[in-house]
T-cell receptor, first 113, second 117 residues
Framework: DQQVKQNSPSLSVQEGRISILNCDYT??????FLWYKKYPAEGPTFLIS?????DKNEDGRFTVFLNKSAKHLSLHIVPSQPGDSAVYFC????????????FGQGTILTVHP | NAGVMQNPRHLVRRRGQEARLRCSPM?????VYWYRQLPEEGLKFMVY????????ESGMPKERFSAEFPKEGPSILRIQQVVRGDSAAYFC???????????????FGSGTQLSVL
């Protein structure tokens, strides 16, 4: 039962261009969403979050968009930098998932110089 | 302010042995979560503990796995009689408050890579 899905295992973009990572969820009770970044041999680090009462949250080069009717969120990185190359996980919390975050499978982002 | 500390970073066990993974949460955090990442998969929730209490263990396998978070000391994830399928990266995370009530984020440790020979 995969309640949070990242359907693109990988994404490759050129430095300076926009990276768009997508995430879909099935549980309509989720009420907040997060993106984490993970480098090899390290733990995930928090990037940005959004509450279900908003449809957009921006922090520097990172913007998260939430479309509740479509149960879809996306992370935009602009401009992309080689240091952004990592695995990106979306996560969801709230509702019946009391006390825990549910993660997607991750998307490997590669930014080429 | 030290982050979430996990040890060991790498643990090698033979089939049938026991594995003990330790996690010290960030200072001031009383909520601990264990996640497992199998090869080519995402992070799967295992268990959520608050000091001396298991709050949610819905992601824990029914047998061989146990977790504790005593009043003093680190949280321990214990795997008895390990099998090859237990080989994975085990991540611990902590938060200062219940994440469901406060939209709190989790802070993760660097993980323990368990390899079962």
């Amino acid at each position: 039962d995969q309640q949070v899905k990242q359907n693109s295992p990988s994404l490759s973009v050129q430095e300076g261009r926009i990276s768009i990572l997508n995430c879909d969820y099935t549980n309509s009770m989720f009420d907040y969403f997060l993106w984490y970044k993970k480098y090899p041999a390290e733990g995930p680090t928090f990037l940005i979050s959004i509450s279900s009462i908003k449809d957009k949250n921006e922090d520097g080069r990172f913007t998260v968009f939430l479309n509740k009717s479509a149960k879809h969120l996306s992370l935009h990185i602009v401009p992309s930098q080689p240091g952004d190359s990592a695995v990106y996980f979306c996560a969801a919390g709230g509702g019946t998932s009391y006390g825990k975050l549910t993660f997607g499978q991750g998307t490997i982002l590669t930014v080429h110089p | 302010n030290a982050g979430v500390m996990q040890n060991p970073r790498h643990l090698v066990r033979r089939r049938g042995q026991e594995a003990r993974l330790r996690c010290s949460p960030m200072k001031g955090h009383s909520h601990v979560y264990w996640y497992r990442q199998l090869p080519e998969e995402g992070l799967k929730f295992m268990v959520y503990l608050q000091k001396e209490n298991i709050i949610d263990e819905s992601g824990m396998p029914k047998e061989r796995f146990s977790a504790e978070f005593p009043k003093e000391g680190p949280s321990i994830l214990r795997i008895q009689q390990v099998v090859r399928g237990d080989s994975a990266a085990y991540f611990c995370a902590s938060s200062p408050r219940s994440i469901s009530a406060t939209n709190e984020k989790l802070f993760f440790g660097s993980g323990t890579q368990l390899s079962v020979l």
